[in-house]
């Protein structure tokens, strides 16, 4: 676990020593750098951000109000803020080959509600992924406000294969295709959070032309592979594609959503102001940032790469006696069953274990999860943040031994104070600010 040193080598933003007067947070803040330096970052909606998009994040356009849209603004001074979100909006655009971007949701929930909010009416019926086969909980969980304000129906993915190597646990499209018959969504969301194939567009987009539906494509996670080209675009053939900007995609914080221009008006008002008042314009800069940044060859051979890695640690994690639910990956993450390990352990306990061992991971549920969401019998991982820090196959197949060796002596206090001291000295190799933490003076220091 990281101690409080209230000295650490680790800057937390480039302005870190602006903070010197408030030694409280300062402290907190060195702490959590120390923490995301020293500790492996296997959670799959999480990255490093370039120091660029914190520098863009801390600036001076936290403190403008701009109700609005760039030449269309309710508050004065929103010259040079127009500028800024017109930048961000055409960069999103030429990233994803988009007709129009809408740049201003502060989060990808915020996103998803502004597109039910734009296209389907109060209690009419929406066909998405169930939360237990890798939906989110903006996909009509009941948890969550979607599923009180429209009609879900849920579909699933196809049984485990019977170790033939095929790739069981994927999209079960003859579903899709009957419920959608049987209950005639007025969209159907394609998309997800804990699945680890790629997700086609054209086979959602023929089932919603064949009932009349409307196709959102949420693209939350692999919105950075799509930009770097390892994975196919649904832009274009999705109506309507939304996406966090701080998953694969390596920016800010936030969401956005591109679209046809036939909906833009539609989409821009369900944003604001259906759903938001003033837009966080610092993040909109650092949304801009990392357009420009997905938009590089080196984005690609980082998108490449993080594929690579997840299919090197599906591969380790295998060889460890764990069971990679669908055969492997084609994507940022690796979802785990861990039941061919160890059959007593949850997913909870694994979670915690790895924590004290230096990983940083989250259980999951997998398909046909006998236990709880809270307790789980699956992990998710994900290799978009180390593989940013630089990680590459090798050191994936490193990781999965840790990870191997962590849960099966989990009992033994030593045991996990020797995988954390490996931990750290893996981490030390690969640090995901080596220019801040040489350059700038760290708060806290002293
Ligand atoms: C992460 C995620 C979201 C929501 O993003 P937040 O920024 O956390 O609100 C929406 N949909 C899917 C599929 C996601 O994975």
């Known amino acids: 676990m990281t101690e409080h040193r209230g000295v650490a080598p680790f800057a937390a933003s480039p302005f870190a020593s602006w903070l010197a007067g408030d030694p409280e947070v300062a402290t907190l803040l060195a702490a959590e750098a120390e923490r995301q330096s020293t500790t492996l970052q296997l959670i799959a909606s999480e990255n490093f951000t ?11 356009l936290t403190n403008k109000y701009a109700e609005g849209y760039p ?5 004065g001074g ?11 909006r055409q960069r999103a655009k030429d990233l994803f080959g988009a007709e129009h971007a809408n740049v201003q949701p502060h ?27 890798g939906g ?25 294969s019977d170790d033939d190597g095929r790739p069981g ?26 699945y680890s194939r790629q997700i086609p567009a054209e086979p959602f987009r023929d089932i919603a032309d064949s009932v009349g539906a409307r ?55 369900a944003v604001f102001p259906g759903l938001q008042g003033g837009p966080l314009e610092h993040v909109v800069a650092a949304k801009a940032v990392a357009f420009r940044e997905a938009a590089t060859p080196a984005f690609r051979v980082y998108a490449a790469q993080v594929v690579a890695n997840a299919q090197a640690l599906a591969r380790g994690l295998a060889a460890e006696g764990f069971r990679v639910v669908s055969n492997g990956t084609e994507n940022h993450l690796v979802l785990l069953d861990l039941r061919p390990f160890d059959a007593e352990l949850t997913g909870k306990e694994a979670q915690e274990v790895l924590d004290r061992s230096g990983i940083t991971l989250n ?28 990680m590459q196959e090798a050191e994936m197949g490193a990781v999965a031994a840790l990870i191997g060796r962590a849960l099966r002596r989990r009992a033994d206090e030593a045991s996990i104070r020797a995988v954390r001291a490996e931990v750290f000295d893996l981490c030390a190799a690969f640090p995901p600010y080596p220019s801040l933490d040489a350059g700038t003076p760290t708060a806290g220091r002293t």
């Open 169 to 194: 646990e994927v999209i079960d499209f003859d579903q899709v295709a009957d419920l959608a018959k049987r209950e005639r969504p007025k969209l159907i969301v394609a998309g997800a959070t804990a």
């Open 136 to 160: 989110h909980l903006t996909h009509g969980s009941p948890a969550s406000i979607t599923s009180k304000i429209w009609r879900f129906v849920s579909y699933g993915v196809t049984a485990a």
């Open 107 to 133: 989060a990808g929930a915020i996103a998803n509600l502004a597109v039910y909010q734009a296209l389907v009416d109060p209690g009419d019926t929406i066909l998405a992924m169930r939360l237990d086969q």
């Open 71 to 75: 030449g269309r603004r309710y508050y």
């Open 78 to 88: 929103n010259q040079v803020v127009d500028e800024v979100e017109d930048l961000a």
């Open 215 to 269: 196709l959102m494509f949420d693209l939350a996670h692999p919105a950075g592979l799509v930009a770097g080209g390892a994975h196919p675009s649904p832009v274009g053939v999705a109506d309507v594609v939304t996406f966090t900007t701080h998953k694969t995609l390596r920016g800010p914080r936030g969401g956005a959503i591109v679209c046809r221009a036939e909906l833009a008006k539609a989409v821009d008002s």
């Open 50 to 60: 370039s120091p660029a998009v914190l520098a863009a994040s801390g600036s001076v």
């Open 363 to 390: 259980r999951n549920t997998i398909p046909d999860d006998p236990r709880s969401p809270f307790v789980t019998s699956g992990l998710r991982l994900g290799t978009a943040a180390q593989t940013t820090a630089g």
